[in-house]
């Protein structure tokens, strides 16, 4: 009997390879008309450039065994993300590092000044109990006023004293001048874009690839189904929607260069989108070869039932509908649920390929042992 994958984004067209491989025969569908999941690229008709359709994807990791995957199937150009901040009319560099400690504040301060500087100006809380406690102990009022209160409520649509503290854990503060976003010892962009890296993925002995096909609509009996679309909807979304944001493009094109950078987030408030994207440097080895720029204002909102879901709200009534519907998944006998979707959860790329090498790797070891078909 064959194995089924529903969605073929990262998650999909790792856990199809490792079976494809093992011999075992797969059908991979997807409803959407390409592969790649949210991760999807492809060139833009118009300008040339390589577009993150879905908004930017920059791979990062210090798993090996991750990094080591990705680099067999795409070839990996080193990409260090830098974010540039708009905030209260000036420039800044994100994530909070001592160029923006020392611009913000005007001041010329080292590392130990401006540790002893911030200490003196974070509200003493032993447990933040949400998003604006925890920026409140790092940083202090001014920084995350100006960094995190606007740019947090736009994001989430919700003032930052409803969110959990653990959103803010993503970005670090510094006390030098690393502006890298990211921490990780790999941080790389696939030269021929993710799309074309999901496609080598799934170039795999026994792996049958379906487009533009709704898992709903297969009569076929499978040996086990990995179902990465949304968990709630595999249920037929009968104890109600796990709650989404989903984001707005707004496509600008331009001469030459529009922005200078790949990101920039306008932190205030009063700017109705959260940033600015421009896609060419997100390839800084081809960027000087396009004439035009691409740019996409980013807007988040609500999701509704037709949108593409983007970011898990995890409140605690969405975690409590969260909690219903793992009891439903773990019910469910022959079916895995992974990725970002099938698991309700905000996920790296790298997690995502991590977690579904370890899915594919243990239902192989259950076939082994004769435990599984
Ligand atoms: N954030 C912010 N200001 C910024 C960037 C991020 O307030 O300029 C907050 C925001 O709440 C966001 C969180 O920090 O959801 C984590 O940032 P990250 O860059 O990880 O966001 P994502 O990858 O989710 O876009």
Known sequence: MRYCVVGAGLSGAVIARSLG?????????????????????????????????????????????????????????PYNHRVVAVAKSGVYSLPLNLMTINQFFKRCMGPAEA???IASKVRKIEEPRNFEEQALALMGEELYEAFFKGYTSKQWGMSPTDLPASVLKRLPARFDYNDSYFAHHYQAIPSGGYTAMAENILRAPNVEVRLNCRFEELSENFAHVFYSGPL?????????????????????????????????????????????TEHKYFAPWEKDNFDMTLCYREYSRAAGAQDIPYYPIRLANEQKLLRSYIELAQATEKVSFVGRLGTYRYLDMDVTIEEALAASDRLLELIARGEAP
């Open 21 to 77: 491989e093992a011999g075992h025969k797969v059908l991979v569908v997807d409803e959407r008309s390409h592969l790649g999941g949210n991760c999807h690229s492809a060139r833009d008709p118009e300008t040339g450039v390589m577009t993150h359709i879905y908004g930017p994807h920059i791979f990062h990791t210090s798993n090996e065994r991750v990094w080591s995957y990705v680099t067999r199937f795409a070839e990996m150009r």
């Open 115 to 117: 540790r002893a500087f």
């Open 232 to 276: 709630d909807r595999f249920f037929g979304f009968r104890l109600g929607r796990l709650g989404y944001r989903t984001l707005d493009f707004e496509r600008m094109i331009d001469k030459g260069d529009f922005q200078g950078a790949a990101v920039i987030n306008y932190c205030d408030a009063d700017v109705p989108f959260t940033r600015i």
